[in-house]
């Protein structure tokens, strides 16, 4: 019985014995042997992908055994960076709150002055002096909760199947870019899984970026807070950064 293969002018039928039939064995040949080599891609791939929904997921640290590289450049931001700009400028900004209430008889007494004072400078300090290991514990919390939601293991699972996928559809997609079968269909499905796993992968980048560099200018975030004219732009940086959490 003759065996078509093919469409349109690249079609041709493969008889018993004949070349076609020949042809046809050394695709099959180079198929399994194409589709062997990218199996030996997926492991790699999928360690790319949970790495990728797990910045989807969690909250990085600043510092400890879990801490990342991202969390260690981070941390020196906050030490070497926003923190001695924070430093610098909150006395000015305290100077000018306390000016600006009392300009505005916002004080009955000294000792609301006193007061408003100590409550400021009590926040600042605070979230300076401990805002690393307020937002570690908080880190630990919200991780610990996304990992009853979605264990390793499902998310382990998850990439495994976007990885297998997305080769597989990749290599049939290949094959009949040369064959001229199902070229359509193939290159539709592949399309939709690169773009899939580059959107994971941008994502996950994304979040983490943006959630470390909230992390990293908590000091600064702190002392825009203490004056109210530059309160809002705080409040501004802390609602984008919350957001992504």
């Known amino acids: ?101 009392a300009f505005m008889g916002n004080y009955g007494d000294f000792y609301d002055l006193l007061r408003d004072l100590l409550y400021k400078i009590g926040v600042y300090w605070i979230f300076t002096s401990a805002g690393v290991t307020i937002w570690d514990q908080s880190a630990a919390v919200l991780n610990g909760l996304a990992s009853q939601i979605l264990p390793s293991s499902c998310m382990q699972l998850l990439s495994n199947a976007i990885a297998g996928m997305l080769t597989t559809t990749g290599g049939l997609f290949a094959l009949s870019t040369v064959s001229n079968v199902f070229g359509d269909a193939l290159s539709q499905a592949f399309m939709f899984m690169l773009e899939l796993t580059i959107a994971i992968f941008m994502a996950g980048l994304m979040r983490q970026v943006i959630l470390l560099t909230l992390a990293s200018s908590i000091p600064l975030i702190a002392a825009l807070w203490v004056f109210e004219w530059t309160r809002r732009f705080a409040d501004i940086i802390a609602e984008i950064g919350l957001a992504f959490v």
């Open 1 to 101: 019985n003759a065996v078509y293969y093919g469409t349109g002018e690249n079609s041709f039928a493969a008889l018993p014995g004949s070349v076609g039939f020949a042809v046809i064995s050394t695709l099959q040949a180079v198929s399994s042997y194409f589709m062997t080599s990218v199996g030996s891609l997926v492991p790699g791939l999928s360690c790319g992908i949970t790495s990728a929904i797990g910045g989807l997921i969690y909250v990085p640290y600043l510092e400890g055994s879990c801490a990342g590289a991202g969390g260690s450049a981070a941390y020196n931001f906050f030490n070497n960076v926003f923190l001695p700009f924070a430093s610098t400028y909150v006395p000015l900004f305290l100077a000018a709150t306390v000016g600006l209430n």
